[in-house]
C-alpha cells in the first residue's frame, strides 16, 4: 500500500506480512514509478520469506541480494566486490547453515593475510567446503 508522509514529498511502501509491518520510501513523488516500485519490494520481502528455515548456499544468498539491488548503485558494486572476493576465497556452495563464527574469524584471517600477501606472501585457500 502506498502512503504519503507530511513531512516528505515521496511516496512510501508499507504493507503487514506474517504479523511484520514493512516501510520503505519509494523515493519518488511519482504515483505511478512509486507503485511499480512498491509492487517490486513487496515480491522481494515475500521471496525472502520463502528462503526462511530453507538451506541455501552463500552463492545464492549472494546472488539473490544482487538481483535485488538496484543497478549501478554502490550496494550492488559492494556485493559483486564481496561475492567476487569470496568466490576467490572460499566453497561458495558452502550452505549459509554453515557460517558461523568460526567461518567469520576465517574470513577476518583471510582478509589480514590477503594484505600480507600484496606484500609478496601467498595466500591459502579456506579449508571450509561444502562436505
Known sequence: MLTKRSNSKN???????NG???IKSTK?????????IDLEYYKQVVE?????????????????RHDYSKDNTAYQKSVVSVSNWLN??????????RIDN?????IRQQTRFG????????????HYSNH
Request: hydrophobic content about 35%.
Open 11 to 17: 511516496y512510501y511502501s508499507e504493507f503487514t506480512l
Open 20 to 22: 511484520r509491518k514493512y
Open 28 to 36: 519518488t513523488a511519482d504515483k505511478k514509478l512509486a507503485t511499480k
Open 48 to 64: 525472502q520469506l520463502k528462503l526462511v528455515g530453507k538451506s541455501i548456499s552463500l552463492r545464492e544468498t549472494l546472488k539473490f
Open 88 to 97: 576467490d576465497n572460499f566453497d561458495m556452495d558452502l550452505p549459509m547453515t
Open 102 to 106: 568460526s567461518f567469520l574469524v576465517s
Open 115 to 126: 594484505k600480507q600477501a600484496v606484500r609478496g606472501q601467498t595466500q591459502p585457500r579456506s
